[in-house]
């Protein structure tokens, strides 16, 4: 990073200035705010795909997508980093072990306006994409809603950058460990519990409780 050199404030000397008509004023402060309403809003960050690990043909491959849950615009850089995480960490535990050299991996990017997840045990709410949240008895099961405002939009989505995908997971940006099987649609894990398999060496996503059934061999 480029130093500058520190100039001290020199004093400059007094000028006695008339002061400006207070109609001038307020057309002034006028003109600035008619400006300041025809600026466009900042959009929303749009959808997008990103690679994480490719070993050949979509049509012949098993293929995961990772999918961004309570990521804000300016968290989704950290996204890619935790999903690329969260696939390594699925691939070293059986079935997945053996499967490794037969699978892509596809990371979504898609912003929430908040980060973290519902927790109505503790009275937050928050205002994201997939509208994740915790049990309210067993703050450790999490949910998403199974119509269009949360699993509809993971199947638009899938559809829209990545029909030929087998296991879709929807990694939750939370401090609290936790996680579900998506009821057999899409295998759902928080970030902090994605970390805590690292430390523990238990499996995070719930893998045996997919829908997914692993073929015995795929084609070179």
């Given at each position: 990073?480029t130093?500058?050199?520190?100039?001290?404030?020199?004093?400059?000397?007094?000028?006695?200035?008339?002061?400006?008509p207070?109609?001038?004023?307020?057309?002034?402060?006028?003109?600035?705010a008619?400006?300041?309403?025809?600026?466009?809003?900042?959009?929303?960050?749009?959808?997008?795909l990103?690679?994480?690990?490719?070993?050949?043909?979509?049509?012949?491959?098993?293929?995961i997508?990772v999918?961004a849950?309570?990521?804000?615009?300016?968290?989704?850089?950290?996204?890619?980093?935790?999903?690329?995480?969260?696939?390594?960490?699925?691939?070293?535990?059986?079935?997945?072990t053996?499967?490794?050299?037969?699978?892509?991996?596809?990371?979504?990017?898609?912003?929430?306006?908040?980060?973290?997840?519902?927790?109505p045990?503790?009275?937050?709410?928050?205002?994201t994409?997939?509208?994740?949240?915790?049990?309210?008895?067993?703050?450790?099961?999490?949910?998403?809603?199974?119509?269009t405002?949360?699993?509809?939009?993971?199947?638009?989505?899938?559809?829209?950058?990545?029909?030929?995908?087998?296991?879709?997971?929807?990694?939750?940006n939370?401090?609290?460990?936790g996680?579900?099987?998506?009821?057999?649609?899409?295998?759902?894990v928080?970030?902090?519990?994605?970390?805590?398999?690292?430390?523990?060496?238990?499996?995070a996503?719930?893998?045996?409780?997919?829908?997914?059934?692993?073929?015995?061999s795929?084609?070179?």
């Open positions: 990073m130093r500058f050199p520190f100039f001290p404030l020199l004093r400059q000397p007094s000028v006695r200035r008339r002061a400006r207070r109609a001038f004023s307020l057309l002034a402060t006028g003109f600035l008619t400006m300041m309403a025809a600026l466009p809003l900042r959009a929303p960050a749009q959808p997008s990103h690679v994480i690990r490719t070993n050949g043909p979509a049509s012949n491959r098993l293929n997508v999918l849950e309570a990521y804000t615009s300016a968290q989704l850089g950290q996204f890619l980093v935790d999903a690329t995480n969260a696939v390594a960490t699925l691939l070293s535990h059986p079935p997945y053996g499967y490794s050299n037969y699978v892509n991996a596809f990371a979504i990017k898609m912003a929430s306006k908040e980060s973290g997840s519902d927790h045990k503790y009275g937050i709410s928050k205002d994409y997939f509208n994740s949240a915790y049990d309210s008895y067993w703050d450790e099961l999490i949910t998403i809603p199974s119509g405002n949360g699993q509809g939009r993971v199947t638009a989505l899938l559809q829209g950058f990545m029909p030929q995908c087998h296991l879709a997971i929807l990694l939750v939370d401090p609290k460990p996680g579900s099987d998506g009821f057999n649609l899409t295998a759902i928080s970030t902090s519990a994605v970390a805590a398999e690292t430390a523990m060496g238990q499996p996503i719930p893998v045996s409780y997919t829908h997914l059934t692993l073929p015995t795929y084609p070179v």
